[in-house]
């Protein structure tokens, strides 16, 4: 664990400010824009509600952001045989996984959870997130490169609230629904088996 | 010791490297042979870094598909990761890569970086070193935990003539304990390190031998026995 720790250390200096990204996101543009929506005069709303609403565009495409720089390093970069030879890749991408969800989860502590929807909302981030990210683990190490994947996931962000089933099941739900926790099961099995395919082909160019 | 046993490589339908069979002892060898003959393909190969190989290769008695294989020094043909990190940072990720103790680690890094000449410049940024600079660092990091195998993919390339007299030197004396494998297109490098000479050709080892041996092939073609001239031969042949 510490060698991933250090590793992770090292990795995040190399981003620099980009390492930034997420946090400008969580923490200025969902604030700004939910802030924004409440003082409309139209959308009367509540705050979580919109921020809710909101999330589930901006949070998994935030989330894959540091993923995305790592692998950058990992797939185009010149003497990447040397980091394969190493191996970790999906170790250090699972501690990058941990560490956004820990990044974002003050946030939620804004709101009050009366009846246990803000909880549900940080699960359902977690469980769309450990999907979204171990998708574009493997198809940037299937395709090599790190743009293909990163216009795919910012089409899936932009298109998947309005059209995918599974996340519209999973909107406003609560946290003991059903349909919920089956969804959740399907995207977990479904994430896992892409970590895992991932994982077997990052040590190999 | 590396051990070749049947090593085939296929990109698709094209085979790359059609069964390869030969032993490597201790010392430095020279891996010449045209562009797209498959040298850093067999590097590679060496290095577990391709899944799909058929054959064996065994370094020292071990199978590389069971072997560690960051116990390989390999520095690939292109080098140049991490630009905002600096040159001993960038050692400090490679330790890391190769499971180095931190008790030792500062140790190997500063050994390394004064083999290369590079104990100046050990705080400045990776993007900020010329390209020999560049090439140094790779050669620093390949040599990092003293490993048992070396492959250096184009070594010497970018190198100012200063510079690659000195990765000579260094070359010489890893080639007394550690088997050295080094693809390059440069024959005086080769002639002037390398203990011995594999030449490859469309996939295949067409020779393998002494720098003695090949000029002596130049003389068979009368041509002048020079190493130049008889690894042009054995390609030609």
């Given at each position: 664990m510490k060698i991933i720790v250090e590793r992770l250390f090292l990795q995040i200096k190399e981003m620099k400010?980009?390492?930034l990204i997420p946090f400008l996101g969580y923490y200025v543009v969902l604030p700004v824009c939910t802030y924004g929506y409440v003082m409309n005069p139209i959308g009367k709303a509540d705050p979580f509600t919109i921020f809710a609403d909101l999330g589930y565009n901006f949070i998994p495409v935030f989330s894959t952001w540091w993923i995305f720089l790592f692998l950058r390093e990992v797939?185009?970069?010149?003497?990447r045989e040397v980091l394969l030879l190493g191996g970790g890749t999906t170790e250090v991408n699972l501690c990058l996984f941990v560490l956004n969800m820990l990044s974002m989860?003050?946030?939620?502590?804004?709101?009050?959870d009366t009846d246990g929807s803000v909880m549900s909302f940080y699960l359902q981030m977690l469980v769309i997130t450990f999907f979204l990210d171990g998708g574009v683990y493997l198809l940037c190490i299937e395709m090599k490169n790190i743009t293909l994947p990163f216009l795919i996931t910012l089409i899936y962000c932009v298109f998947s609230t309005s059209s995918n089933e599974f996340l519209d099941v999973m909107k406003?739900?609560?946290?003991?629904?059903i349909d919920w926790m089956q969804n959740a099961i399907v995207f977990i099995v479904v994430g896992s088996l892409f970590w895992f395919l991932a994982n077997r082909r990052s040590k190999h160019l | 010791m590396i051990e070749l046993q049947n090593v085939s490589k296929k990109f698709g339908k094209k085979k790359?490297?059609?069964n390869l069979n030969c032993q490597l002892e201790k010392g430095v060898y020279g891996l010449l042979g045209?562009?797209?003959?498959?040298k850093t393909t067999l590097m590679r190969c060496i290095t577990n870094l391709y899944q799909d190989w058929s054959g064996d290769i065994r370094i020292e008695g071990k199978s590389i598909r069971k072997?560690?294989?960051?116990t390989i020094g390999y520095l690939p043909q292109n080098f140049g990761m991490?630009?905002?990190?600096s040159v001993e940072e960038t050692l400090q990720y490679m330790c890391n890569l190769k499971r180095i103790s931190k008790k030792y680690r500062k140790d190997e890094i500063e050994r390394c970086l004064q083999l290369v000449y590079l104990e100046s410049e050990k705080?400045?940024?990776?993007?900020?070193?010329s390209g020999g600079m560049l090439r140094r660092v790779g050669i620093a990091q390949s040599l990092l935990g003293n490993p048992d195998i070396l492959l250096f993919d184009?070594?010497?390339?970018?190198?100012?003539p200063e510079e690659r007299v000195h990765f000579k030197e260094i070359l010489l004396q890893l080639g007394k304990r550690e088997t050295v494998l080094i693809s390059t297109h440069i024959i005086e490098d080769v002639e002037a390190t390398c203990s011995s000479i594999i030449i490859m050709k469309n996939g295949t080892i067409q020779t393998i031998g002494t720098c003695e041996e090949i000029k002596e092939a130049a003389g068979k073609s009368k041509l002048k026995p020079t190493l130049e001239d008889g690894y042009l031969a054995i390609i030609r042949s």
């Open positions: 400010l980009l390492f797939c185009e970069n010149n003497g989860l003050p946030i939620f502590f804004v709101f009050k406003y739900s609560v946290l003991n629904n | 790359v490297l059609s045209p562009n797209g003959t498959g072997r560690n294989s960051q991490f630009h905002e990190l705080r400045t940024q990776i993007k900020k070193l184009e070594p010497t390339a970018g190198l100012d």
